[in-house]
């Protein structure tokens, strides 16, 4: 469903209250969702495990200042407090990422991060995300299930009634991108493909030795991401 005209984001202005959120787990989708709206021109940040950020969920404070630099915030520990981010930035723009279940648990099993050499360090902010997101800091396949299934039907019943334009659902790996997602935006359409990051295809995986180190920073209490982004561009 496209926006109204008098929405903040069609008249091409910055509302302090006008947000874009993506919504969707992990593995869902998010990181092509973060390159497309960046493609938009919007300022896009993709988990945000900035310490200012952190203390504020940690003190249930949702009125982030991350959100003074960025037009959209995707990825944990979005998904996890949609609701208060809702209530917090009253007209803003919900995206939920998804794809079969089935193909997300495969995913999420396989993931750098939810390896055993990448397990955070308790107290750490993976840990606390995690922890928020799934009730578990490690990959439990009966329990991420049961994350996902619910995470939907609690985003469904929420933008349910006069909510439900402010909504997106948008699965990629069925072949949705630019037109449903810049109808949504009231954006045109770019001429360059959607952009499909971090697909299976694409990923170079770290190798014995990247492991060992990324292993011995995640311990210390780094986020196993930006080890690995560092990681590949020092090989």
């Known amino acids: 469903m496209s926006l109204t005209a008098n929405h903040p984001f069609n008249r091409n202005e910055t509302h302090k209250l006008s947000k874009i959120f993506g919504i969707g787990l992990p593995k869902s989708g998010t990181s092509t969702l973060h390159e497309a709206l960046t493609v938009l021109g919007y300022r896009c940040h993709h988990n945000p495990d900035d310490?200012?950020?952190?203390?504020?969920?940690?003190?249930?404070?949702?009125e982030l200042k991350v959100l003074e630099r960025y037009d959209v915030l995707s990825d944990t520990p979005i998904p996890a407090i949609f609701a208060q981010l809702d209530q917090q930035y009253p007209d803003s723009?919900?995206?939920?990422?998804?794809?079969?279940?089935?193909?997300?648990?495969?995913?999420?099993?396989?993931?750098?991060?939810?390896?055993?050499?990448?397990?955070p360090k308790k107290g750490s902010t993976v840990d606390f995300y995690n922890s928020i997101l799934f009730g578990c800091s490690t990959f439990n396949e009966e329990r991420y299930r049961w994350v996902y299934e619910t995470h939907l039907q609690r985003v469904k019943e929420h933008f349910s009634g006069e909510r439900a334009s402010r909504l997106l659902t948008i699965d990629f790996t069925q072949g949705q991108g630019w037109p449903e997602l810049c109808e949504f935006l009231g954006k045109p359409i770019p001429s360059e493909p959607i952009p499909h990051a971090n697909a299976l295809s694409n990923r170079r995986e770290l190798g014995p030795f990247g492991r060992a180190?990324?292993?011995?920073?995640?311990?210390?209490?780094?986020?196993?991401?930006?080890?690995?982004?560092?990681?590949?561009?020092?090989?």
Request: net charge positive.
């Open 93 to 119: 723009l919900f995206i939920l990422t998804t794809r079969d279940v089935d193909a997300w648990i495969a995913s999420s099993r396989k993931a750098g991060f939810n390896q055993d050499y990448a397990r």
């Open 213 to 235: 180190m990324v292993g011995v920073a995640v311990r210390v209490g780094f986020d196993y991401r930006t080890l690995r982004r560092w990681y590949r561009r020092l090989s």
């Open 51 to 62: 310490p200012t950020t952190e203390n504020q969920l940690r003190e249930g404070d949702y």
